[in-house]
């Protein structure tokens, strides 16, 4: 039986200590820990002012990225790719191995994604939330597209993580090549200033720096690089379009 302790083990909190995501991985949580029910409790400390513990993080991911594949009712190769790429680039073949047994067990569960989603707001910093939906939008434009169904449900998982809407907008529009997504990237419209513009790049930048994940591992660290890298890019586009210098 794999060890999936290697790469969840790390900063394992409140999966750990119950909840509908510590139900659904019950029997890989199992597998890696002696005493799965036991979690270190922080009563008089709210949860999102923690550092988001890795392994929660993982979990939340494999969870979550599994519901969207089924959304659409089918499992698409592309989007299994895009998946096993993903965690094979970032935790290397075990990772990717672990992380598809996982999948393959819950795409035969029934995922609450309003309880699941419930459990990950309550526990997870705006800076983890933040990337977790930008890894789900890259599985739902794994085919090239980005459905109506899995649109809907990364709408509705966005709302209930508490994500505020010019943020989601801002991430959803990563991944739409042309320059009325580079104005939403920045979270501004093409009436804006050039003020305005400049302002609103350098909050951006700040508050989706890749340091601000570091602490859950280089390698997470480096896929923030690359939403990082689509704000500069997003600036770049519309300074070229204004001349701005």
């Known amino acids: 039986m794999a060890k999936y302790g290697k790469w969840i083990g790390a900063g394992l909190g409140f999966v750990l200590g119950g909840g509908p995501i510590g139900a659904l991985l019950g029997f890989f949580i199992g597998s890696a820990f002696d005493k799965p029910s036991t979690a270190a409790p922080f009563p008089d400390e709210d949860p ?20 969207l594949m089924k959304a659409d009712e089918r499992v698409l190769q592309s989007e299994l790719r895009y998946v096993k790429e993903f965690f ?104 804006a200033t050039n003020e305005e513009i400049k302002k609103a790049y350098r909050k951006m930048a700040v508050e989706n720096h890749p340091d601000k994940v570091g602490y859950m591992g280089e390698d997470i660290r480096k896929a923030a690089e ?11 586009q519309i300074k070229k379009q204004r001349g701005i210098n």
């Open 88 to 191: 094979r680039n970032n935790f290397g073949p075990e990772g990717e191995r672990e992380a598809l047994s996982m999948i393959k067990e819950l795409l035969h569960k029934d995922i609450a994604v309003d309880q699941v989603c419930a459990q990950i707001r309550f526990n997870m910093s705006p800076d983890a939330l933040t990337q977790l939906l930008y890894f789900l939008f890259g599985i739902a434009k794994a085919d090239g597209t980005v459905c109506e169904k899995e649109v809907r449900l990364l709408d509705h998982i966005a709302n209930l993580l508490g994500v505020s809407p010019t943020t989601y907008q801002s991430i959803k529009a990563m991944f739409y090549d042309d320059l009325d997504s580079a104005y939403r990237i920045l979270g501004v419209t093409k009436e």
């Open 48 to 67: 999102r002012t923690r550092p988001t513990g890795r392994g929660d993080f993982l979990c939340s991911l494999v969870v979550l990225a599994t519901a």
């Open 226 to 236: 690359e939403k990082f890298s689509k704000i500069n890019q997003a600036y770049e």
